[in-house]
């Protein structure tokens, strides 16, 4: 009797190095209508990013090294991130980017930048300005 190894998911993130995904996952939570711990930590919508500050935090970049700039907004190292999406079941991920010089630079924390890490002056809008800090916009 042959082996027979289960399909390749190609339309969801692996979770496993057996291929076992996240849509298989799903899709076998829903035929047995169960909340599985999968269903927890990973939900179906992620959170909407809060409000930090309400103005960007300089920073000198140094070239080559990686940075994990926090998506959420929930991160207490700000601008960068400390695993907050994560115990918060946010279901966001940080953005990783690496300096490409060594410089100084403004990293947005109100996470409504359209140039994300970067700030773009988008804290200066009156939404924002409106939004208390650690509310979503």
Known sequence: MAFRRPPLCTESVF???NHICLRALQKLGQRRDITSWLARWFPKTPAKA???QKEPIKVEL???KTYRWC???RSKNQPFCDGSHFF???GLAPLKFKAQETRMVALCTCK???RPPYCDGTHRSEKVQKAEVGTPL
């Open 112 to 114: 409504a930048t359209q």
């Open 50 to 52: 809060v409000v930090a």
């Open 15 to 17: 979770l496993f190095p």
């Open 88 to 90: 918060q079941r946010t």
């Open 71 to 73: 998506v959420c907004g």
């Open 62 to 64: 140094v070239a080559g």
